[in-house]
């Protein structure tokens, strides 16, 4: 089993920037692929970015020169950078696990066995 659990959400203006971090606990999460989701009110829970064992990394074309996904093996943490924020990446914001191949990216939701509990960004405008 591996416990994810998110941190540094929250408000933020119109192209500003947060960190998002997501700490695993359970066991070693080297073999895992890890991924970022979001879910904004009335709308499907979506693909933001992942990085694979191998630190090979995918993301959303929403998302792509502004956001970047990295990850800290000797800290079981994941990170999500988020730069030039907009008014539409307002979500709740998911880390995901998975144990993969070693350069496997994945980016659908039922491709990840573990799930945070998610924390909120609002970029206001």
């Known amino acids: 089993q591996v416990q994810l659990v998110e941190s540094g959400g929250g408000l933020v203006q119109a192209g500003g920037s947060l960190r998002l971090s997501c700490a695993a606990s359970g066991r070693t999460f080297i073999p895992y692929a890890l991924g970022w989701f979001r879910q904004a009110p009335g709308k499907e829970r979506e693909f933001v970015a992942s990085?694979?064992?191998?630190?090979?990394?995918n993301y959303t074309d929403l998302v792509k020169g502004r956001f970047t996904i990295s990850r800290d093996n000797a800290k079981n943490m994941v990170y999500l950078q988020m730069n030039s924020l907009k008014p539409e990446d307002t979500a709740v914001y998911f880390c995901a696990a998975v144990r993969a191949v070693l350069t496997a990216t994945p980016a659908r939701r039922d491709q990840y066995h573990y799930w945070g509990q998610g924390t909120q960004v609002t970029v206001a405008s």
């Open positions: 990085v694979s064992v191998m630190w090979n990394t």
